[in-house]
């Protein structure tokens, strides 16, 4: 099968900044830590921000947020996504963050439904006040230049509110460098459909590029957004747990126009067992293995026979626990299939 005629994927420039691959991991609270997004970069994503952290938490020098900020010399290019809603505050979490860090770039988040974010009037309830979250963006675009400030956004508070058009626009006036729209509202959360009409309307509207984001879960999904809505690139969030195969998989769709198949069970157990690893290495044995648990599930959905494993993986304790789950069923799935070959035969 033929390749896309015209490429899809062009390398974006924010200033001093180049993404080769506009394919980019979209932050996620408690999921996109460096193992993660280690295991992703592998896989071609061509860019990858840190997990959101507080500006108040930065600012009191929190050894947690610390190390959720911590970026490795192989993932770049690399953001970090701070939250707030305070002018000051950010501008100065953002300052911090660039003499601790020098990430490629800073990342406002406008998109975060979650009420412990929103109750202090960040995350996505900035979207309720247009011209605050301007000024936010002015004020860490002069803390931190020439690093690039770049928006995450959903679409609105709300259907009754959708205004993510007006917010852009004002985004882009303060000096923000590009947009990610998650194309559902605060009020959504992650049900529903993304609104992809409204995502393409935001990159009409403003000069500077315009990831789009929301129910990004295969390359054909991928090829046809790029292909209707107008967007530079794509920021794939749920569509890669579990999957960090999504990237190269659509990387060579739109190169070549191939369908590679889906991982099979051992390559998505290799994959997990490295997962748990590199946590291992990461925040320790304890915290690993319970962290691991929900990505050990998000790896085997969809398999046959997982269910029983998917359930006995939130009971481990221990990584060797775990270890022995994932290879018991590899070994199963093996065995199943060898005798399916051999009765065939």
Known sequence: ???????????????????????????MAGVTNWPFRRLCKEHGCGLVVTEFVSDKALLYDSKRTREMIRLLPDERPAG??????????????????????QPDLIDINMGCPAPKVTKGRGGSSLLKEPELAQEIVRRVVQAVAPTPVTVKMRIGWDSRSINAV?????????????????????EQHYSG????????????????????????????EA???????GVAGLAVGRGALGNPWIFSRTLHYLETGELLPEPGVRERVETALRHLDL???????????????????WYLKGLH??????????????????????????????????ENVRLLS
């Open 223 to 229: 090829e046809a957004r790029l292909r209707t809505s």
């Open 279 to 297: 946590m291992i290495e990461y925040k320790g044995e304890f915290l690993a293995v319970r962290e691991m648990r929900k990505h050990a599930a």
């Open 166 to 186: 007006e917010v852009a626009k004002r985004v882009e006036e303060a000096g923000a460098r590009m947009i990610t729209v998650h194309g559902r509202t605060k």
């Open 305 to 338: 026979g997982s269910a029983g494993v998917r359930a006995a993986v939130n009971e481990a304790e221990r990584a060797d626990d775990l270890r022995a789950l994932l290879l018991g069923y590899l070994d199963r799935m093996e065995a199943v299939a060898a």
């Open 80 to 101: 970090v996504q701070l939250f707030g809603a305070d002018p000051d505050t950010m501008a100065r979490a953002a300052a911090r963050v660039v003499e601790l860090e």
């Open 193 to 220: 459909r993304a609104d992809w009409g409204v995502i393409a309307a935001v990159a009409r509207a403003v000069s500077i590029p315009v990831l789009g984001n929301g129910d990004i879960a295969d390359p054909r």
């Open 1 to 27: 099968m033929k390749g896309l005629s015209e490429p899809l994927l062009k390398p974006i420039r924010l200033g001093g900044l180049t993404i080769e691959r506009p394919l980019a991991l979209a932050p």
